[in-house]
Structure formats: structure tokens, C-alpha cells
């Protein structure tokens, strides 16, 4: 009686179909919302979520493959949690802006209602309760974005909360002070505080999206890894979201910005690390064992950009792929290893001796490195291209770079690769 | 058996959740062995271990004495607390003790735990004796102070209140001041013709675990062993000293050993277990059977409304759901439970209406289409051949079980609303119990024992961290901890400690979402035990015991998916201004599969693991019965028995679908295995297999199939109607592994 023996087989394995069904009828629930309402069950999970940065940094990487807009909080259309606004995007919540809890946002909320939108930032704070709402708070809120629709930009802003707020103080005197001159005894009106925004620079991109990790635990505006997108592709052909296994002797290149390291201690006593790349891609965990982390150890830092090659397996652990690094280089390094040139573009008129000096300091302080510099001399009758001598190679850091662009121009700076 | 000598009177089980050592049972085993007829396990302040007690005695053939310690405070000795021994002479003293021990509780911890005051003894004195608690009770410690007048008065308080029920305890356990005060004590009864009762205040079977029993004691309390400031409260006598022993003891003064015998015989519980006493539930004129049958058949109608809005395709529907409905009715009224299902019905309906998002139910009650028309589930069972008797079995009596869950953010809501309902003092959540488990208990010896925590982590480390981990599986598992045991002296004195002490109750706590509802007051079923503030009552009894010391339990679980799609639908009506009913949408909708199956299912409840994802993008489910499908084959013995991959073949008709092999086909259970191409994978199928092949009923199959998970052919069920075709059966199965 084979049957039987097929039964006996199954009744181990043989499943609760009841339980199965009512618990598959709760994942085809949120299949049919995910899918026929996404904004608002992605926003719902989010909310639900809202404790679990990791959690967060997935779903709003699902949301960007959706093609759902996730817009930074908003003090006058967010509330506590992830919402849907009109336009069928998603605003973050303010609840899951770090260091800003519950107390503040129902102040927040509650002037809102009480009389709408907030005009600006003096209007924000003369109308929130700031014994409440205080001052570190209020720096949350502009560093997570919450504030963008109350002032110029996230600079100003901030450099303009202490007069906004020692407005509203004034504010708060003026009212009790009209309120106790019922008769109009006293006549001398308050000194008025001019409201105006203060005239600072913009943040450059890297410290408006420190802001934002500080505050909502991810890059949601913006990557640190934009300004190197260009050369990057030079390094490795790879984004972190297509890396896969490798065979056993294989290798891969990844290249992306250390968001997380975590230096462990084995059982012998030696130090290894976990670090974690992320390319905006995806993220992908590199393991460093402790040869490895001795001899790279220095430049293992976070939001460094680091190039990595090593071998990738599947992790059952953690369910998904893991790199086991066997070489890394810093950016200087990869641009040592990959560039051919720093390409300088120099137009005839700029060429006066003042100018002439100015870039010879420069270029001098990074002297004595291995990055050729490639001088291209546009004159309105002829051009010409020279590279310099090997005594003026240099080391090609970011400050290098950021500095030649103040002096020569924006477009002037380049690197070319072999 | 000779006359009996001695009777232990004062034993305390590890549910004395500071100074005792050993489980109820070996402390039984042990009673046994030394031929002991009756014994008393008498744990502080509580009743945690009786219902295991009181059914393990019997099963034993010894008589079980119902009593506790407790914890007093009184004027005269005003902060100082002392102990006294409460047994129980009949049922009546039984309920005054629990209602004296639930009262300790329910008013808070005073100051430090719960203590009765003596006043409430007065109220509560019918049919309980009291022990007088030896040197630590009120008068012993009045007759260690010399106080004349304070043991006066005392004694006054009990011969008034406790005439013929207060014994004064001798103890001889080599403890300092216990021959003084014994002296003073046998003057006292003497003058006062007292009894005497001599008790071992046991904490422990075997004299050899007095280590243990003092680790124990340090780790409750926070000591190291060689704390000079620990106080030493414990001998190496207090084991479980056979009759022989104490008649050894105290052969001076023989009265003290025949009066433990004299109690023994005038304590007599009887406790009722096994029996369950359902709540009342409000069904006005009807009989609560009929109530039963009205409202499913309303709700069964207001469902085929729903599932067949066309009114001939319905007519042609119903007599299938009508018979079904009625055979389920018949079984849950004839089995005792219709309450029990319109208790649910009710908890159920007011969330809804109070818009606390509810599951579909956990376990096996989707398989009721009484539940279904109840609306407990939202699942039509026919549809999904999903068995009532799978939930509910004729043939095995047992308490029905919804596990219902709640969003988890308002279940408390809920249960606030039950108590309101069927009256605060019927309504309780119940106990759970920590043990020391194998990482904590290296962890906890090794700090009394007063290693270093580099010494202690470096072992502890070691052991897995999984759940229901064990000393031994982590010996098996990892072998640098045997190595490290045979070793080092000191890591095999810890260890050896640790395997005496893990699995040893640690401390008590309230259980996730259990609730029970008694027809009357929980106190009568069971004693309470409270938080430091008197607040959040639990039964002491544990859900296993609670339910059969009569108590009825419903299983109020927590989801956070169901507080997600809430949000999610109120966000819709708010910006869309839709008002979605999700119970209705439709099963089938195209679009949701398509999205299925790019494995687009981040966030999709159980489905959005990576494995998982794997296994949709390969089975690419397109119906309903694939999602349930999904679950079920997303586990370890599937995957690797190669059943997946046989399901997935079939599924895109790679493999040919047979019923359920190809090199044996039968036809008749093609109905059974279509869902799942052929392969059995539903318990339910494996019920309608024995069904139909061998003529099993279908609770006769639920029996089978328990019995098949349980791998023992013993206990299949004979009284299955072809027990020709049960011998075909097992006869085939001699070389069962």
C-alpha cells in the first residue's frame, strides 16, 4: 500500500491548511493595498516602521523603485506619521525625525490647526509653543528639511533661528504687554525686531545630507556619492546592486561610501570588521578579516569612499550577499592608480603672473605625489597641451580638487582616466 | 503499608521563586520512594505548582495536602514581617486561602512583597490550620525576644480565632536559635496544652543540592557566595528527611511527629480538573444553544449574499453550506461549546465596531463555517476545503481554540472591554514562567560563584542563543565547550552547577495575550498574582493549568500587519475618499498577481523575505490557493525533501500531475490533491485521504493524523469504522522507522 507510505511521508511536513489560509489571506490583503493604493500602504509600513532605520532605508529605496516620491517632513503638511499628500506623494513623518518626539509635534500640529500654514520661519516660531518646541528641536527640524518652506535654504535657516526665535520672545512680551495696557498707560511700543532671513551661502550638498542622516537616518535629497558619480565608473563598471556571488577564486570590484563599520574582537583576540558600502544602488556588507584589517585599517573610516575588491558569497545569515575584501584603496589611491591627469584648463587671459603664482603654491602644497597634471593652454590663436614635470606630480585629494575649482573655475578642473 | 510516622508538611517547590530547588514532580518521586502517603507543598505566597501538585499526587497514590507559606505583618510586630504555614482542611479553606494570597497581591508589594495582614486571617479562617512558622512566625519571634507579653497576646489571637487549628512548629535543621526557642516553645504548649507539629522547612530533595540551593538563594537575592554581609538563612537539613529520620529527630517528643499525621488526615480538597466552566453569555429568551443556531444561520446568509449576489447561482449553492452549517452546529452545541463561540462572536463584532482592526484568526479555526458566518474568520472554509474537523473533533474532546489577533497597538482595548463585560473579578490575564536558561543560568552561577566577567562571557559566549537552548544541545552543538569542560577545574564546577540549577523557575510574568473569563470570579478557580502595584492580575495558575482547573482561554494575539492595513485604509478615505472594505476585495485580482509575481513584495506580509522572494519568482503563484500554497512550502522540510521543486515542475506542467505519484494513481483523490497539483501538502488532505482510502471518519482522520505526527502507530485509532482497512494499514508499516 504505497499510498500510505507517501501519507505517512507527508503527515510530517503536512501543514495547518487553515492557519496557512487565514494568514495567507492577511499577506494577499497587503498585496492588493501595495498594489492598488502603494503611497498609502507604503507610507503606513514606513509609519509602522518608523523606529527601524534599516527598515526605513529599504522602504524608501522600494518607494524610489515604485517611483513613489518620498518628500522630507514637512511642519505644515506632515504629521507624527508617514502621510499621503494630494499629489500622491509621500511626506515623511515627522515622528521618525530623531530627537523630535511626540510632545513637540502635537504643539507643532496643534498651532497649525489653530491657524493654518506657517508663512515663514518667524511666523513658526511666534505661533508654536517654544517651551515646548526648543531650540535643539528646531535644529532637527532644519536639518531634516522639515523647515525648507519657511526660509531661503537650510543655511539660513539655521543661522537665522536665534534672532527667530528671540522674535517671538519679543512677540510673546508685546502681546502680555498689550494685554496688561488695557487703559493705554504706557505708550512706549515695544521695540520692533526686523524679520529678516540671514544672507549666508548654501550648504554645499555634503552637510545638508549629513544633516539629514543626523535626523531621519538616511541621504532622502541627495547622495554623498553624486559629486564622485562621474569618475567613480572608472573604478568599477559594478553598482553595489548588481554584485553577485563570485566563484571560489573570483574576485569583484565595489565602490561605494562607508555609511557603518563594526570592529568585533575574535576569539583569539584579534580585531576584524564589518563594513558597509552603500552606492546609492544598494548597500552591501564587506567583511575584513584580521589580516585584512590590520593592513587597511587606516583608511577604514566612515563616509569615506572606499574602492574594494574581494570575494562575494551569499550569506544564509543575513539573506543576502556578503564581500570578503581583499584589497581596498581610498579614493587618492584609486585616483593614483586610475587617472591619468588632473586636466587644467587655462584660457590666456586668466594667465596673469598673480594668477600664475596662485596655482604654483597651490599645486606645491600637494606636490610629491604620483598624479601627473595636464596644463591646456587655450590662446585665442592656438592651443596647446603640456603635461608637467614629473617633480610637480601631485596627491589628487578632494581638497586638491575643491581648491583648483575656486581658483580656476567650476568646468576648468578635470580628471582624465587611462 | 505500616501506620505512617511522619508527613511533610512544609516543602517548597521552585515555584517559591527564592529559596526553592526542585520541580513538583521529582519532590513526588522522592515522597514515593521514601513511602510516604500524603505530603504538602506549601510554596511562599502562592499556589503556582497546585493543579500539577494535586493531579501528580493522585496519579501517585499519594495524598496531596493544599496549603502555602505566606508573608504576614501584624501590630504588634509592625514592620517586621513573619511566616506562617496555611493548610487547607477542606475546599473551604482552600478558596480562603487563595482570596487571602490574591488579596496580598492585589493590594501591591508592602513594602517589598506581598504580605497579608494578620487581621485578614480572622475573615478568612474557615477550614484553614495554621502552622505557627517556627522561630521566623509572630510567636516565635516574641518567644526569642523573651517578650511575655507580646506572646501572650499573640497566643490570645489564635486561641480565640484559631482554637484547634494552630499548631506551633518545631523545626531541627541545625539552624542557630532553634533549640531555644523549641525549649520556650514546648513550655508554651505545655501551659496552653497546644499541639506541637514538626516540620523540615524543606527547600530541597537531597542533602547534597544545598550548594545549589544556596546559589540559588544568592542569585534571587543578588549575593556572591562569599559575601560576607549574606545572610545564611539555610542548612544542609533542610532535604527531604525520610520518616525514619524525623522519627529519629524528634523521638523526644513523638507528639510533634504524630500530629503531622493527624493534619494529613484532616486536610481533604478535592479540586475539580478537567471540567470546564464556560462563561454566561447574554442570549435573552433563547436557550444559548438556539441562540447559536439563529445567529449563524442570520450571519451564514448575510454571507452567500456576499460570495453569490446572483440569487439563482446561490439557490443552487446552499444546500451545501446549510448541510455543512448544520452538522457544525450540531457538533459545537452537543460538544458544550456554543458560548464559547458567541463569546468570540462578541469581542470580535465590538472591535470592528470600534474599528480595532482584527485578524482572520490563527490556527485551525478558518476551518468553521460557523465561525465563518459568525464572522470570527473571513475565510469561506468550502471554498478552501478547509475541515471543521480540523478545529473542532467529535472525537476528541477538546476546548475549541481561536487565536484571534488584534492590532497591536488597541488590543488592550479589547480586553478592557471583556472585563467590562463580564465584570472585572471574572477576567484575568494569565502567568508565565521564566526558568533559567542555559546562557542566563552560566551566567547568573558564574557571578555568585565570584568569576570574573571575562571568565564567565568567554563561556557563556559560547552557548547558542537560540530558543529552548539547553546545556546539552549547546555541549552537542559546540564542541570547544566539552573541551573547555574537561580542562579547566573551574569551568567544570560552574557548569556542573549550572545543569543542577537551569530550567529552574526564576521568576513569574504575565503571559502575551491570554486572557481567561470564568463564569463567576477568577478567584474561584485560581489564586491571582498582581505587579508590584497590585495592578495587571494573572491567574497563577499557567495556561496549561488554568485550563484544567476549569477556566476557558482566549488567545488574544497582537499583529502588527493588521495596525498597517488599518493606517493604510484610513490614509485612502482620507485622500481618496474611498471607504474600502478589505474583507471584500475580490481573490483574483490580476494585477496583484502580476505584481506577485515579479516577487515585488517588500512589505507583503510573510512574503517578503529574501528566500521567500526566491521561491515566488519559481512556483509564480497566479490564485489564491498558491498564496496559501506559498507558506506551506516556504519551510525547511519542503524545501530540502524536494517537495517544492516537484510542486513547481507540476505547477508549469514540466512534470505530469498525478494523484498523487506517478507509479500509483489514484483517481479518487484527485478532488484532495488538485489545489496543490497532485502532492500532499495540506494536514486537511492528509485527513481526507484516510477519509476516502480507508473510510475514516473525518475526526477519526484528525486522530490518525495527530497520531502520524507523533510517529507512534500505538495510539492510532481503532475505533475507526473499517478497522479492516486500519489493520491493512498498520500491518504495512512494520518497518517504521
Given at each position: 500500500m504505497k499510498i500510505f507510505d507517501l501519507v505517512e511521508k507527508f503527515a510530517g511536513y503536512g501543514f495547518n491548511k487553515s492557519h496557512s489560509a487565514a494568514y495567507a489571506l492577511v499577506s494577499y490583503q497587503t498585496l492588493w493595498m501595495?498594489?492598488?493604493?502603494?503611497?498609502?500602504?507604503?507610507?503606513?509600513?514606513?509609519?509602522?516602521?518608523?523606529?527601524?532605520?534599516?527598515?526605513?532605508?529599504?522602504?524608501?529605496?522600494?518607494?524610489?523603485?515604485?517611483?513613489?516620491?518620498v518628500l522630507p517632513p514637512d511642519v505644515n503638511t506632515g504629521l507624527y506619521k508617514f502621510t499621503v499628500n494630494p499629489q500622491n506623494q509621500i511626506v515623511y513623518g515627522i515622528g521618525a525625525v530623531k530627537g523630535v518626539g511626540e510632545g513637540p509635534i502635537e504643539a507643532i500640529i496643534e498651532a497649525r490647526e489653530a491657524n493654518g500654514p506657517f508663512s515663514d520661519l518667524f511666523d513658526f516660531c511666534a505661533r508654536v509653543d517654544l517651551k515646548k518646541v526648543n531650540k535643539r528641536v528646531l535644529e532637527k527640524l532644519v536639518y531634516s528639511g522639515a523647515m525648507d518652506n519657511l526660509g531661503p535654504h537650510r543655511a539660513s535657516l539655521m543661522a537665522t533661528l536665534p534672532e527667530a526665535i528671540a522674535a517671538a520672545d519679543q512677540h510673546a512680551?508685546?502681546?502680555?504687554?498689550?494685554?496688561s495696557d488695557m487703559f493705554g498707560l504706557l505708550t512706549t511700543e515695544p521695540e520692533a525686531v526686523e524679520q529678516a532671513f540671514a544672507d549666508v551661502p548654501k550648504w554645499a550638498e555634503k552637510?545638508?545630507?549629513?544633516?539629514?542622516?543626523?535626523?531621519?537616518?538616511?541621504?532622502?535629497?541627495?547622495?554623498?556619492?553624486?559629486?564622485?558619480?562621474?569618475?567613480?565608473?572608472?573604478?568599477?563598471?559594478?553598482?553595489?546592486?548588481?554584485?553577485?556571488?563570485?566563484?571560489?577564486?573570483?574576485?569583484?570590484?565595489?565602490?561605494?561610501?562607508?555609511?557603518?563599520?563594526?570592529?568585533?574582537?575574535?576569539?583569539?583576540?584579534?580585531?576584524?570588521?564589518?563594513?558597509?558600502l552603500d552606492d546609492k544602488s544598494a548597500r552591501l556588507d564587506v567583511r575584513f578579516f584580521p589580516d585584512m584589517f590590520e593592513q587597511f585599517e587606516a583608511v577604514l573610516e566612515k563616509d569615506r569612499i572606499l574602492v574594494i575588491s574581494?570575494?562575494?558569497?551569499?550569506?544564509?545569515?543575513?539573506?543576502?550577499?556578503?564581500?570578503?575584501?581583499?584589497?581596498?584603496?581610498?579614493?587618492?589611491?584609486?585616483?593614483?592608480?586610475?587617472?591619468?591627469?588632473?586636466?587644467?584648463?587655462?584660457?590666456?587671459?586668466?594667465?596673469?603672473?598673480?594668477?600664475?603664482?596662485?596655482?604654483?603654491?597651490?599645486?606645491?602644497?600637494?606636490?610629491?605625489?604620483?598624479?601627473?597634471?595636464?596644463?591646456?593652454y587655450t590662446h585665442p590663436d592656438a592651443s596647446a597641451t603640456l603635461m608637467v614635470g614629473a617633480q610637480w606630480y601631485v596627491v589628487p585629494q578632494d581638497e586638491l580638487l575643491y581648491d583648483l575649482r575656486v581658483t580656476l573655475g567650476e568646468e576648468q578642473v578635470s580628471l582624465t582616466f587611462h | 503499608m505500616a501506620d505512617p510516622q511522619f508527613v511533610h508538611l512544609r516543602v517548597h517547590s521552585d515555584f517559591s521563586m527564592r529559596d526553592g530547588l526542585n520541580k513538583v514532580k521529582p519532590i513526588l518521586g522522592k515522597v514515593k520512594a521514601l513511602n510516604m502517603p500524603a505530603v504538602a507543598i506549601t510554596d511562599q505566597m502562592n499556589f503556582c505548582g497546585l493543579v500539577r501538585f494535586y493531579s501528580e499526587a493522585h496519579a501517585l497514590g499519594i495524598k496531596p495536602i493544599v496549603g502555602a507559606d505566606i508573608w504576614v505583618k501584624s501590630d504588634e510586630l509592625e514592620d517586621q514581617l513573619f511566616r506562617l504555614t496555611l493548610l487547607a482542611s477542606n475546599n473551604a479553606g482552600y478558596q480562603n486561602i487563595t482570596l487571602l494570597i490574591s488579596r496580598a497581591y492585589q493590594r501591591g508589594f508592602h513594602p517589598d512583597r506581598p504580605v497579608v495582614d494578620k487581621s485578614w486571617l480572622v475573615e478568612h479562617r474557615e477550614g484553614v490550620l495554621i502552622l505557627s512558622g517556627g522561630r521566623e512566625g509572630d510567636l516565635g519571634i516574641a518567644l526569642t525576644k523573651g517578650n511575655q507579653?507580646?506572646?501572650?497576646?499573640?497566643?490570645?489571637?489564635?486561641?480565640?480565632?484559631?482554637?484547634?487549628?494552630?499548631?506551633?512548629?518545631?523545626?531541627?535543621?541545625?539552624?542557630?536559635?532553634?533549640?531555644?526557642?523549641?525549649?520556650?516553645?514546648?513550655?508554651?504548649?505545655?501551659?496552653?496544652?497546644?499541639?506541637?507539629?514538626?516540620?523540615?522547612?524543606?527547600?530541597?530533595?537531597?542533602?547534597?543540592?544545598?550548594?545549589?540551593?544556596?546559589?540559588?538563594?544568592?542569585?534571587?537575592?543578588?549575593?556572591?557566595?562569599?559575601?560576607?554581609?549574606?545572610?545564611?538563612?539555610?542548612?544542609?537539613?533542610?532535604y527531604l528527611r525520610s520518616a525514619e529520620e524525623m522519627a529519629a529527630l524528634f523521638a523526644d517528643i513523638p507528639e510533634a511527629?504524630?500530629?503531622?499525621?493527624?493534619?494529613?488526615?484532616?486536610?481533604?480538597?478535592?479540586?475539580?480538573?478537567?471540567?470546564?466552566?464556560?462563561p454566561n453569555f447574554p442570549t435573552g429568551d433563547l436557550s444559548i444553544e438556539d441562540f447559536l443556531v439563529k445567529k449563524s444561520e442570520e450571519g451564514l446568509e448575510e454571507r452567500l449574499e456576499f460570495l453569490f449576489p446572483d440569487p439563482q447561482l446561490r439557490a443552487e449553492k446552499r444546500p451545501e453550506y446549510d448541510e455543512r452549517l448544520a452538522i457544525e452546529l450540531q457538533v459545537i452545541n452537543q460538544m458544550g461549546f456554543p458560548g464559547y463561540f458567541l463569546i468570540v462572536m462578541e469581542f470580535i463584532q465590538w472591535s470592528k465596531d470600534n474599528g480595532i482592526p482584527v485578524g482572520p484568526g490563527r490556527g485551525s479555526g478558518?476551518?468553521?463555517?460557523?465561525?465563518?458566518?459568525?464572522?470570527?474568520?473571513?475565510?469561506?472554509?468550502?471554498?478552501?476545503?478547509?475541515?471543521?474537523?480540523?478545529?473542532?473533533?467529535?472525537?476528541?474532546?477538546?476546548?475549541?481554540?481561536?487565536?484571534?489577533?488584534?492590532?497591536?497597538?488597541?488590543?488592550?482595548?479589547?480586553?478592557?472591554?471583556?472585563?467590562e463585560l463580564y465584570g472585572r473579578e471574572a477576567v484575568s490575564q494569565i502567568i508565565t514562567f521564566g526558568t533559567m536558561a542555559a546562557k542566563a543560568v552560566v551566567r547568573d552561577v558564574g557571578r555568585v560563584l565570584g568569576h570574573s566577567y571575562g571568565f564567565v562571557d568567554r563561556i557563556s559566549k559560547l552557548i547558542p542563543g537560540d530558543p529552548g537552548m539547553t546545556l546539552a544541545k549547546a555541549f552537542e552543538v559546540e564542541p570547544r565547550l566539552p573541551e573547555l569542560y574537561d580542562q579547566d577545574e573551574e569551568v567544570r564546577d560552574l557548569i556542573d552547577m549550572a545543569r543542577t540549577l537551569e530550567g529552574v523557575t526564576r521568576n513569574a510574568g504575565k503571559h502575551a495575550g491570554g486572557v481567561v473569563i470564568a463564569p463567576t470570579k477568577i478567584t474561584d478557580f485560581a489564586a491571582l498574582y498582581c505587579d508590584d502595584e497590585g495592578r495587571n492580575p494573572v491567574t497563577q495558575f499557567d495556561k496549561n493549568d488554568v485550563e484544567t482547573a476549569g477556566l476557558v482561554k482566549f488567545d488574544f494575539l497582537g499583529l502588527r500587519t493588521l495596525t498597517i492595513i488599518q493606517w493604510a485604509l484610513d490614509m485612502v478615505k482620507q485622500t481618496k475618499g474611498l471607504d474600502i472594505d478589505i474583507t471584500a476585495i475580490p481573490l483574483d485580482d490580476l494585477p496583484s498577481y502580476k505584481m506577485l509575481q515579479n516577487a515585488e513584495t517588500t512589505a507583503v506580509f510573510q512574503l517578503e523575505s529574501r528566500g521567500m522572494k526566491d521561491l515566488i519568482k519559481r512556483l509564480k503563484p497566479d490564485t489564491f490557493e498558491d498564496i496559501i500554497a506559498l507558506v506551506a512550502l516556504f519551510r525547511p522540510g519542503p524545501l530540502q525533501s524536494g517537495m517544492v521543486d516537484n510542486f513547481i515542475d507540476r505547477k508549469h506542467g514540466r512534470e505530469e500531475i498525478s494523484y498523487p505519484d506517478a507509479e500509483y494513481q489514484h483517481?479518487?483523490?484527485?478532488?484532495?490533491?488538485?489545489?496543490?497539483?497532485?502532492?500532499?501538502?495540506?494536514?486537511?488532505?492528509?485527513?481526507?485521504?484516510?477519509?476516502?482510502?480507508?473510510?475514516?471518519?473525518?475526526?477519526?482522520?484528525?486522530?490518525?493524523?495527530?497520531?502520524?505526527?507523533?510517529?507512534?502507530?500505538?495510539?492510532?485509532?481503532?475505533?475507526?469504522?473499517?478497522?479492516?482497512?486500519?489493520?491493512?494499514?498498520?500491518a504495512s508499516t512494520a518497518t517504521w522507522r
Open positions: 501595495k498594489r492598488h493604493h502603494p503611497a498609502e500602504f507604503m507610507a503606513a509600513v514606513m509609519s509602522a516602521d518608523m523606529d527601524n532605520t534599516d527598515k526605513i532605508v529599504t522602504l524608501v529605496d522600494e518607494c524610489q523603485r515604485m517611483e513613489l516620491t512680551k508685546a502681546e502680555s504687554f498689550g494685554q552637510v545638508w545630507l549629513e544633516g539629514e542622516r543626523e535626523t531621519l537616518g538616511l541621504y532622502l535629497t541627495g547622495h554623498p556619492i553624486n559629486q564622485y558619480q562621474k569618475e567613480l565608473k572608472h573604478y568599477t563598471k559594478t553598482r553595489l546592486v548588481d554584485v553577485k556571488p563570485t566563484p571560489r577564486d573570483g574576485s569583484v570590484t565595489a565602490v561605494g561610501l562607508v555609511i557603518d563599520m563594526r570592529v568585533m574582537v575574535n576569539k583569539k583576540g584579534r580585531r576584524w570588521a564589518i563594513v558597509t574581494g570575494q562575494v558569497s551569499f550569506d544564509e545569515y543575513s539573506g543576502g550577499n556578503t564581500m570578503t575584501a581583499r584589497d581596498v584603496l581610498d579614493i587618492v589611491q584609486a585616483r593614483e592608480k586610475n587617472a591619468r591627469a588632473i586636466v587644467l584648463q587655462l584660457e590666456q587671459a586668466w594667465c596673469n603672473a598673480d594668477n600664475v603664482g596662485r596655482l604654483k603654491t597651490l599645486l606645491s602644497q600637494y606636490q610629491g605625489g604620483a598624479c601627473p597634471i595636464q596644463l591646456c | 507579653d507580646m506572646a501572650q497576646h499573640i497566643l490570645d489571637f489564635y486561641q480565640q480565632h484559631f482554637s484547634d487549628a494552630y499548631y506551633l512548629e518545631l523545626m531541627r535543621t541545625g539552624r542557630a536559635g532553634e533549640d531555644e526557642y523549641l525549649h520556650r516553645a514546648i513550655d508554651v504548649a505545655e501551659r496552653y496544652g497546644l499541639p506541637v507539629v514538626a516540620t523540615n522547612e524543606v527547600c530541597f530533595i537531597e542533602p547534597q543540592a544545598f550548594d545549589a540551593h544556596e546559589v540559588r538563594v544568592c542569585i534571587h537575592d543578588g549575593f556572591t557566595l562569599e559575601d560576607s554581609r549574606r545572610p545564611k538563612r539555610y542548612s544542609e537539613q533542610q511527629l504524630e500530629n503531622t499525621v493527624e493534619i494529613a488526615k484532616r486536610c481533604n480538597v478535592t479540586i475539580r480538573l478537567g471540567e470546564y466552566f464556560l478558518a476551518g468553521s463555517l460557523v465561525a465563518y458566518a459568525l464572522k470570527i474568520t473571513d475565510l469561506d472554509p468550502l471554498e478552501f476545503d478547509l475541515l471543521f474537523e480540523r478545529f473542532l473533533n467529535p472525537e476528541r474532546v477538546s476546548m475549541p481554540d481561536f487565536d484571534v489577533d488584534f492590532c497591536m497597538d488597541r488590543r488592550d482595548e479589547v480586553i478592557d472591554h471583556v472585563a483517481e479518487c483523490l484527485k478532488e484532495i490533491l488538485e489545489p496543490t497539483y497532485g502532492i500532499i501538502l495540506y494536514q486537511e488532505q492528509v485527513m481526507q485521504i484516510a477519509q476516502v482510502m480507508a473510510g475514516y471518519s473525518l475526526g477519526g482522520a484528525d486522530l490518525l493524523r495527530r497520531a502520524m505526527g507523533k510517529k507512534n502507530p500505538r495510539r492510532w485509532p481503532s475505533s475507526a469504522p473499517l478497522s479492516k482497512a486500519v489493520q491493512k494499514i498498520t
